[in-house]
């Protein structure tokens, strides 16, 4: 078995709980000085260093480079497809998912998450970030999970602050999924308007929860010899119980350890493998 341990990158000592920015800051944030704080100390993560390799030349060095080397961070929404057979050839496509991140009530910070329409034909029924494939116009990945979001769940991209972006997270549909940090300016602006085609539900969550040992459960698997384990959160809002697992609760772990500076309260089993050509070795793998 393989153990994560894995350090957060230093950050500035800047805390989401300071209280004296300035008003033309904490302005952009409906008045809260924590969340232009926690903007300012979000905007200084930079995830592991990462190019697409376009290069053949790059690509073949690369691939020697990385003979042997693992992918550091792993959990599976389920036995992830195998490894294709023309490994040479894979290159994933590209995805985004925004984790949009506000103020509670309570002032703890809380995320919103959707339940999928049980009509689609993929992942139908489970909890997901709002999120979609690139297109072509897309500028960036945060155009492309602000896109999505409005499509999903009717959220307005100037709503949303975009601060920083994770590392990729490779799913078992072979998209590359980039999570984008988003910071929403005003709840009281956003009433959501879900697309009954793609979403039955629009619910959030507090963030930490992902970090906490509670209401969690895991599940043992195996892939490629190597065991793993996936992760399932049981959350409970008004008379909805909602299970938030594997890809969707392996991007909010790491998201909230991110944003809280702090590792889990509980194991993430990893396995190590060697990651197929063209997957650039930062890329995730849920």
């Known amino acids: 078995m393989f153990l994560l341990h894995r350090r957060l990158p230093l950050l500035a000592r800047t805390t989401f709980l300071c209280n004296s920015m300035e008003p033309a800051v904490t302005s952009s944030f409906g008045g809260s000085s924590r969340l232009?704080?926690?903007a300012q100390q979000l905007r200084m993560y930079k995830?592991?260093?990462?190019?697409?390799?376009?290069?053949?030349?790059?690509m073949q060095q690369a691939d020697q480079e990385s003979a042997g080397k693992v992918v550091s961070q792993v959990g599976f929404q389920e036995s992830m497809t195998p490894v294709p057979k023309d490994p040479e050839r894979f290159r994933p496509k590209r995805a985004a998912v925004l984790i949009c991140l506000f103020e509670g009530d309570d002032g703890e910070l809380r995320v919103i998450l959707t339940k999928r329409s049980s009509r689609l034909s993929t992942h139908s029924g489970e909890v997901s970030?709002?999120?979609?494939?690139?297109?072509?116009d897309d500028k960036d990945d945060g155009m492309t999970a602000t896109r999505e979001a409005e499509e999903e769940i009717g959220l307005d991209p100037s709503l949303v602050d975009v601060v920083t972006s994770l590392e990729p997270f490779l799913s078992k549909h072979l998209l590359r999924v980039i999570p984008v940090i988003g910071i929403l300016r005003d709840k009281k602006t956003f009433n959501p308007k879900p697309n009954p085609a793609e979403v039955e539900a629009v619910f959030d969550a507090?963030?930490?929860m992902f970090l906490k040992d509670e209401n969690r459960r895991s599940e043992e698997r195996e892939w490629l010899g190597e065991k793993y384990l996936i992760h399932y959160f049981d959350y409970r809002t008004g008379d909805k119980d909602y299970t938030i697992w594997g890809l969707t609760a392996g991007i909010l772990i790491r998201a909230a350890s991110v944003t809280y500076q702090r590792p889990p309260a509980f194991t993430e089993q990893c396995p190590k493998f060697k990651y197929p050509k063209m997957v650039e070795k930062h890329t995730c793998m849920p």
């Not at 970030?129 to 072509?136: H, I, Q, V």
């Open 129 to 136: 970030l709002p999120g979609g494939k690139a297109e072509e």
């Open 36 to 38: 232009a704080a926690l």
């Open 206 to 208: 507090p963030l930490e």
């Open 47 to 58: 995830p592991p260093p990462s190019s697409p390799f376009d290069d053949a030349e790059e």
